[in-house]
Protein backbone atom coordinates (compact mmCIF):
# COMPACT_ATOMS: atom_id res chain seq x y z
CA UNK A 1 0.00 0.00 0.00
CA UNK A 2 3.10 2.68 1.21
CA UNK A 3 4.48 1.95 -2.46
CA UNK A 4 1.14 2.55 -4.01
CA UNK A 5 1.02 5.75 -2.27
CA UNK A 6 4.55 6.86 -3.39
CA UNK A 7 3.90 6.45 -7.12
CA UNK A 8 0.50 8.92 -7.00
CA UNK A 9 2.48 11.15 -4.42
CA UNK A 10 5.60 10.91 -7.14
CA UNK A 11 2.63 11.33 -9.93
CA UNK A 12 1.12 14.08 -8.22
CA UNK A 13 4.65 16.02 -7.65
CA UNK A 14 5.52 16.13 -11.36
CA UNK A 15 1.79 16.87 -12.27
CA UNK A 16 1.69 19.80 -10.14
CA UNK A 17 4.55 21.07 -9.13
CA UNK A 18 6.47 20.68 -12.47
CA UNK A 19 3.33 22.02 -14.29
CA UNK A 20 2.67 18.34 -15.95
CA UNK A 21 -0.86 19.20 -16.20
CA UNK A 22 -0.20 21.59 -18.86
CA UNK A 23 1.93 18.89 -21.01
CA UNK A 24 -1.41 16.75 -20.57
CA UNK A 25 -3.96 19.55 -21.40
CA UNK A 26 -1.59 20.27 -24.41
CA UNK A 27 -1.93 16.28 -25.23
CA UNK A 28 -5.27 16.94 -25.11
CA UNK A 29 -6.25 19.38 -27.18
CA UNK A 30 -4.07 17.67 -29.96
CA UNK A 31 -5.66 14.53 -29.30
CA UNK A 32 -9.32 16.18 -29.56
CA UNK A 33 -8.41 18.10 -32.34
CA UNK A 34 -6.28 16.03 -34.93
CA UNK A 35 -9.71 13.43 -34.14
CA UNK A 36 -12.23 15.99 -35.32
CA UNK A 37 -10.66 17.69 -37.93
CA UNK A 38 -9.64 13.79 -39.64
CA UNK A 39 -13.18 13.31 -39.21
CA UNK A 40 -14.54 16.47 -41.03
CA UNK A 41 -11.90 15.90 -43.71
CA UNK A 42 -12.86 12.44 -43.70
CA UNK A 43 -16.81 12.90 -44.59
CA UNK A 44 -16.20 15.64 -46.88
CA UNK A 45 -13.55 12.77 -48.84
CA UNK A 46 -15.32 9.95 -48.37
CA UNK A 47 -18.98 11.74 -48.96
CA UNK A 48 -17.37 12.93 -52.50
CA UNK A 49 -15.73 8.86 -52.97
CA UNK A 50 -19.00 7.32 -52.22
CA UNK A 51 -20.86 9.32 -54.90
CA UNK A 52 -18.14 8.72 -57.41
CA UNK A 53 -19.05 4.99 -57.22
CA UNK A 54 -22.47 5.38 -57.43
CA UNK A 55 -22.76 7.21 -60.47
CA UNK A 56 -23.66 5.68 -63.53
CA UNK A 57 -20.43 4.81 -65.26
CA UNK A 58 -21.73 5.29 -68.68
CA UNK A 59 -18.74 7.91 -69.74
CA UNK A 60 -15.07 7.72 -69.45
CA UNK A 61 -14.45 10.20 -66.75
CA UNK A 62 -17.08 8.26 -63.88
CA UNK A 63 -14.61 5.56 -64.92
CA UNK A 64 -11.51 7.25 -64.11
CA UNK A 65 -12.18 8.91 -61.24
CA UNK A 66 -14.11 5.46 -59.86
CA UNK A 67 -10.36 3.93 -60.53
CA UNK A 68 -8.56 6.79 -59.00
CA UNK A 69 -11.02 6.21 -55.99
CA UNK A 70 -10.22 2.50 -56.02
CA UNK A 71 -6.43 2.84 -55.69
CA UNK A 72 -6.66 6.10 -53.17
CA UNK A 73 -8.74 3.44 -50.74
CA UNK A 74 -6.27 0.43 -51.80
CA UNK A 75 -3.65 2.71 -50.15
CA UNK A 76 -5.26 3.90 -46.90
CA UNK A 77 -6.82 0.70 -45.74
CA UNK A 78 -3.99 -1.47 -46.80
CA UNK A 79 -1.39 0.50 -44.82
CA UNK A 80 -1.10 1.79 -41.23
CA UNK A 81 -1.64 5.01 -40.04
CA UNK A 82 1.96 5.38 -38.66
CA UNK A 83 3.31 4.07 -42.29
CA UNK A 84 1.15 7.10 -43.68
CA UNK A 85 2.16 9.73 -41.06
CA UNK A 86 5.87 8.59 -41.63
CA UNK A 87 5.47 8.63 -45.57
CA UNK A 88 3.51 12.27 -45.38
CA UNK A 89 6.18 14.12 -42.71
CA UNK A 90 9.64 12.10 -43.70
CA UNK A 91 9.27 12.06 -47.53
CA UNK A 92 6.22 13.58 -48.91
CA UNK A 93 6.35 16.88 -47.21
CA UNK A 94 10.45 17.08 -47.65
CA UNK A 95 9.95 16.47 -51.78
CA UNK A 96 7.30 19.16 -52.30
CA UNK A 97 9.59 21.58 -49.91
CA UNK A 98 6.11 21.70 -47.80
CA UNK A 99 6.25 23.28 -44.20
CA UNK A 100 3.59 22.01 -41.86
CA UNK A 101 3.74 20.79 -37.91
CA UNK A 102 3.15 17.49 -36.68
CA UNK A 103 0.00 18.23 -35.10
CA UNK A 104 -1.14 19.67 -38.82
CA UNK A 105 0.33 16.68 -40.91
CA UNK A 106 -1.39 14.26 -37.85
CA UNK A 107 -4.96 16.07 -39.32
CA UNK A 108 -4.25 15.89 -42.66
CA UNK A 109 -3.22 12.75 -42.34
CA UNK A 110 -6.10 11.08 -40.65
CA UNK A 111 -8.87 13.16 -42.65
CA UNK A 112 -7.25 11.43 -45.66
CA UNK A 113 -7.57 7.83 -43.74
CA UNK A 114 -10.77 8.38 -42.83
CA UNK A 115 -12.43 9.34 -45.77
CA UNK A 116 -11.56 6.01 -47.45
CA UNK A 117 -13.24 4.26 -44.41
CA UNK A 118 -16.20 6.89 -44.57
CA UNK A 119 -16.45 6.29 -48.22
CA UNK A 120 -17.26 2.60 -47.19
CA UNK A 121 -19.51 3.87 -44.77
CA UNK A 122 -21.24 6.18 -46.93
CA UNK A 123 -22.38 3.91 -49.17
CA UNK A 124 -25.34 3.30 -46.27
CA UNK A 125 -26.97 5.97 -49.43
CA UNK A 126 -27.23 2.65 -51.58
CA UNK A 127 -29.81 1.81 -48.45
CA UNK A 128 -31.89 4.42 -48.52
CA UNK A 129 -35.02 3.55 -50.67
CA UNK A 130 -34.04 3.91 -54.42
CA UNK A 131 -37.93 5.62 -55.17
CA UNK A 132 -36.05 8.40 -53.26
CA UNK A 133 -33.50 8.93 -56.15
CA UNK A 134 -36.14 8.76 -58.90
CA UNK A 135 -38.52 10.76 -57.50
CA UNK A 136 -36.36 13.75 -56.69
CA UNK A 137 -35.18 12.60 -60.39
CA UNK A 138 -38.76 12.89 -61.44
CA UNK A 139 -38.92 16.19 -59.48
CA UNK A 140 -36.63 17.63 -62.07
CA UNK A 141 -33.99 17.87 -59.80
CA UNK A 142 -30.28 16.86 -60.93
CA UNK A 143 -28.40 13.46 -60.05
CA UNK A 144 -26.30 15.85 -57.67
CA UNK A 145 -28.91 17.66 -55.99
CA UNK A 146 -30.97 14.81 -55.26
CA UNK A 147 -28.14 13.04 -53.84
CA UNK A 148 -27.44 15.99 -51.18
CA UNK A 149 -31.08 17.37 -50.31
CA UNK A 150 -32.86 13.81 -50.35
CA UNK A 151 -30.73 10.58 -50.13
CA UNK A 152 -27.66 11.18 -48.38
CA UNK A 153 -29.59 13.12 -44.97
CA UNK A 154 -31.73 9.54 -45.15
CA UNK A 155 -28.54 8.00 -45.22
CA UNK A 156 -27.11 10.06 -42.08
CA UNK A 157 -29.90 8.56 -39.71
CA UNK A 158 -28.51 4.99 -41.25
CA UNK A 159 -24.85 5.43 -40.81
CA UNK A 160 -24.81 7.86 -37.57
CA UNK A 161 -23.70 4.92 -35.57
CA UNK A 162 -21.15 3.52 -37.71
CA UNK A 163 -19.40 7.61 -38.07
CA UNK A 164 -19.63 7.72 -34.13
CA UNK A 165 -17.13 4.43 -33.96
CA UNK A 166 -14.72 5.93 -36.57
CA UNK A 167 -14.43 9.10 -34.25
CA UNK A 168 -13.85 6.45 -31.51
CA UNK A 169 -11.50 5.15 -33.52
CA UNK A 170 -9.50 8.46 -34.77
CA UNK A 171 -9.18 9.02 -31.02
CA UNK A 172 -7.48 6.32 -30.14
CA UNK A 173 -5.11 5.84 -33.20
CA UNK A 174 -3.84 9.48 -31.95
CA UNK A 175 -1.59 7.62 -29.61
CA UNK A 176 1.03 7.27 -32.98
CA UNK A 177 1.54 11.13 -33.53
CA UNK A 178 4.38 11.71 -31.40
CA UNK A 179 6.07 9.13 -34.13
CA UNK A 180 5.69 12.72 -36.01
CA UNK A 181 6.42 15.33 -33.49
CA UNK A 182 3.13 16.21 -32.16
CA UNK A 183 2.49 16.07 -28.54
CA UNK A 184 -0.47 13.82 -27.36
CA UNK A 185 -1.66 12.01 -24.30
CA UNK A 186 0.82 9.51 -24.84
CA UNK A 187 3.68 12.57 -25.12
CA UNK A 188 2.34 13.87 -22.29
CA UNK A 189 1.88 11.19 -19.63
CA UNK A 190 4.88 9.74 -21.13
CA UNK A 191 6.77 13.06 -19.96
CA UNK A 192 5.44 12.51 -15.96
CA UNK A 193 6.56 8.93 -16.65
CA UNK A 194 10.06 9.59 -17.61
CA UNK A 195 10.58 12.69 -15.17
CA UNK A 196 9.24 10.87 -11.65
CA UNK A 197 10.63 7.26 -13.15
CA UNK A 198 7.69 5.81 -12.06
CA UNK A 199 5.57 4.63 -15.23
CA UNK A 200 2.20 2.59 -13.45
CA UNK A 201 -0.16 5.59 -12.65
CA UNK A 202 0.66 7.70 -15.53
CA UNK A 203 0.23 5.08 -18.14
CA UNK A 204 -3.63 3.78 -15.93
CA UNK A 205 -4.12 8.04 -15.72
CA UNK A 206 -4.01 8.11 -19.57
CA UNK A 207 -5.58 5.22 -20.47
CA UNK A 208 -9.15 6.22 -17.83
CA UNK A 209 -8.82 9.63 -20.05
CA UNK A 210 -9.20 7.57 -23.33
CA UNK A 211 -11.99 5.14 -21.53
CA UNK A 212 -13.89 8.71 -20.43
CA UNK A 213 -13.79 10.36 -23.96
CA UNK A 214 -15.30 7.17 -25.88
CA UNK A 215 -17.92 6.85 -23.03
CA UNK A 216 -18.82 10.67 -23.93
CA UNK A 217 -18.68 10.24 -27.57
CA UNK A 218 -20.76 6.64 -27.18
CA UNK A 219 -22.95 8.74 -25.29
CA UNK A 220 -23.67 11.87 -27.75
CA UNK A 221 -24.16 9.43 -30.17
CA UNK A 222 -26.92 7.77 -28.59
CA UNK A 223 -28.74 11.32 -27.03
CA UNK A 224 -28.38 11.98 -30.93
CA UNK A 225 -29.61 8.86 -32.19
CA UNK A 226 -32.47 9.21 -29.84
CA UNK A 227 -33.14 12.99 -31.54
CA UNK A 228 -33.02 11.50 -34.88
CA UNK A 229 -36.17 9.09 -34.03
CA UNK A 230 -38.36 11.52 -31.99
CA UNK A 231 -37.50 13.73 -34.90
CA UNK A 232 -38.88 11.07 -37.19
CA UNK A 233 -42.03 10.31 -34.99
CA UNK A 234 -42.89 14.11 -35.09
CA UNK A 235 -43.08 13.75 -39.09
Do not use: W
Not at 21 to 43: D, P
Not at 150 to 155: E, F
Request: hydrophobic share 50%; proline share 3%; net charge positive.
Amino acid sequence: MGDISTKIQKFIEIFIDNNGYVKVVEGLKNTVIIAIAGLIIGIIIGTLIATVRVIPKYKRLPRVLDAICSVYVGFFRGTPMVVQLLLFYYVLLPIVGGHMTGVQVAMLVFGLNSGAYISEIMRGVLSVDPGQMEGGRAMGLSFSTTMLKIVIPQAVKNILPTLGNEFISLIKETSVVSFVGATDLYVAFNYIGSNSYEFMVPYLVMALIYIVMVLLISLGIKLMERSLRKSDRRH
